[in-house]
């Protein structure tokens, strides 16, 4: 059974720092892109940032130059750093991936979400 979990959320100040982890756990073959989604309260589910295997990234418009996606493929974990971080920040933040527990397929999962609050 493959598993997604989420930690670093928590409360900030706005222009503060976090740094968020998604640790992939289980029958782990391989895991290939891996994805950080954010909901804020009455909004639809949107993309933030996304990395493949080999570290390509996509930054979405509204985070490019905060925000930042990487990966340690040897911990099975990725990370999305958040700068300068604003109230429109807030959200839950989930983690998502494509992990192959046998050779030749993926299947994609999501983790629990992390909760992000941008006050002062």
């Known amino acids: 059974q493959v598993q997604l979990v989420e930690s670093g959320g928590g409360l900030v100040q706005p222009g503060g720092s976090l740094r968020l982890s998604c640790i992939v756990s289980?029958?782990?073959?391989?895991?290939?892109?891996m994805r950080w989604y954010r909901q804020a309260p009455g909004k639809q589910r949107e993309l933030v940032a996304s990395?493949?295997?080999?570290?390509?990234?996509y930054i979405a418009d509204s985070v490019k130059g905060r925000f930042a996606i990487s990966r340690d493929n040897a911990k099975k974990t990725a990370y999305l750093q958040m700068n300068t971080l604003k109230p429109e920040d807030t959200a839950i933040y989930y983690c998502?991936?494509?992990?192959?527990?046998?050779?030749?397929?993926?299947?994609?999962?999501w983790g629990q979400g992390t909760q992000v609050t941008v006050s002062s």
């Open positions: 289980g029958n782990v073959f391989n895991i290939y892109a």
């Open positions: 998502n991936g494509d992990v192959a527990d046998i050779p030749g397929s993926f299947t994609n999962y």
């Open positions: 990395i493949t295997t080999s570290g390509s990234t």
